[in-house]
């Protein structure tokens, strides 16, 4: 078996071997025809012959300003987003980290020439930066249907809010079947307390939202050594990677307790919010019942 033959059986998913084909085939595309238009121009260019191979075999000075020039074109020009220049960027990393002699940081000056990986030169980042900062100002990403990811200072905001209204020792009360609680305090450990173990949870495994709330209340158990060992079931993409059915041991993740970053400890959270709803339910959970319940028009 050649190395490029277990790259592309044994590397990325399939899916995303096309797509990293599809966007290396239009940078060459769009490349052409800006070869196209430097030769119809009548211009002389002291880089014509490098500009021209720029993007035929190993790379060359030009290489990172032709990457830079389709990322322009689509993210600016064309108003595409960053996802797409993300795509473009990761295309070309992959493709010249595969490229013998061309892994690293980059750099080039005339007696050495290329070093290192073309698409990670300072130029094509910082296009990547402003790419994203355009987005967040208004252009294509006004109009994507997704959420941005929530940051970890995000996630300390919101938890010290929490942590501020809604006290441990309330907590603590409840758990322990306090009657002398009023339906607002209850109420608010209920709410408190399932926030915290769902974002705890979502932010560490890096999980969606249809996933956690289908998580059964068998799928996480406790191990020695205070490590949490879970199991979320049919995660996106994971069990068609490279074609073939993955093992369910491949998506097992064990956590463990983290009290010095409180906003993200999902070790403690979650443990808390198991006790909460076997407080409310005055009952332990059977194995098939879910840990985030969720009420809908149809119950």
Known sequence: MTRDTAREEHGKSKRSRGEYNRYIKNTRKFHTELVKQRRA?????????????????PPNKCTADVILYFLVQKCFTEECGHSTGDGIHAAWAD???????????????ARNGVRGNPARAQAVMNTIHEIKNHDRKGGAAATR??????????MKQAMEWSFSVCSEVLITRFICGDSTL???????VIEHTFMRAFTSTSFTLWTRFDVLI??????PRCLPD????????NR??????????CSRESNIYE???????PAINMYYHFHVWMMSLCAILQRDLRPDEVVFPQINGND
Do not use: C
């Open 226 to 233: 205070a490590v949490l060992h879970g199991l979320p079931q």
């Open 182 to 188: 009023t339906v607002k305090e209850r109420s608010n």
């Open 214 to 219: 289908s998580l059964e209340s068998s799928t």
């Open 145 to 154: 249907n997704h959420a941005e990811a929530i940051t970890i200072e995000e």
């Open 95 to 109: 493709h010249y980290d595969n490229m013998e002699g061309y892994q690293g940081p980059y750099s080039y000056d």
């Open 255 to 261: 956590i463990f307790n983290q009290p010095d970053v």
């Open 236 to 245: 996106k993409g994971w069990q068609n990677k490279s074609e073939y059915d």
């Open 41 to 57: 121009s009548g211009q002389t260019y002291d880089d014509a012959k490098e500009f021209e191979s720029a993007l035929n075999g």
